[in-house]
């Protein structure tokens, strides 16, 4: 799934491992969630939602749109 995550990190001046620590999951979750190796649940996004203050739909692209 296609997203901004990288971008909205990188903005904040967070590490991979930072912005793991900020969400409960590994850098390495992270790493995969950047690469769209992995997709979020809908509870992590939803938190990377909040911890952002943006929409899901602004981090994370719809593939059924």
Avoid: C, Y
Wanted: aromatic share 6%; hydrophobic share 40%.
């Amino acid at each position: 799934m296609k997203n901004r995550l990288k971008l909205l990190r990188v903005e904040r001046d967070w590490t991979q491992g930072q912005l793991g620590e900020a969400l409960g999951v590994s850098r390495q979750a992270v790493n995969a969630l950047e690469t769209e190796k992995h997709d979020p649940s809908l509870d992590l996004a939803f938190r990377i939602a909040v911890l952002f203050g943006r929409p899901v739909e602004d981090i994370f692209e719809n593939p059924h749109a």
